[in-house]
């Protein structure tokens, strides 16, 4: 009969602007280090496959999939996830899903707000061919890819208003 032992690791990444610091599994997938060790729930479940895109966040300012990257990946970077984007939900992102009124059972919703905010720093004016190719790496179960290319188009529209970049 052999022994089990847990092979945990000291990992250090930033998270929403906040240094953490944990001992975890390497092999652990980000988003359970998240949902289960940081109580940060924004970030989804969907397929643990990394198909879905439910589980997007940000990995040093890049889309990733939360599901299937080890916390290991994270040492020394800079995770943001939906509840980092804006606390009050100024986020010109947050504000034109609110305005578009885009969620339909918001499953999704956190993976698809990401993967657009991601987009959208890269090229704030995307053509709608860049939107569809970028846009279907998130599956919408309910179908409200209209409402999320409307979405995207209101954010873009108030970055150029503010003037800045995200």
Known sequence: MGSEQNNFQKIDFTVNGKPV????????????????ELNLKGTKYGCGLSTCGACTLHLDGQAVRSCVL???????????T??????????????AWVEAEVPQCGYCQSGQIMQATALLMTNPEPDNATVNQYMSQVLCRCGTYPR????????????KEKGTSL
Request: hydrophobic share 40%; with cysteine; charged share 25%.
């Open 70 to 80: 080890p916390v290991s990946a994270c040492q020394g970077k800079e995770i943001t």
């Open 82 to 95: 939906v509840e980092g984007l804006s606390e009050d939900g100024e986020h010109p992102v947050q504000k």
């Open 21 to 36: 610091s944990l001992m975890v599994e390497p092999n652990k997938p980000l988003l359970w280090v998240l949902r289960d």
């Open 148 to 159: 999320i290319k409307k979405a995207i188009g209101l954010a873009s529209e108030l970055i």
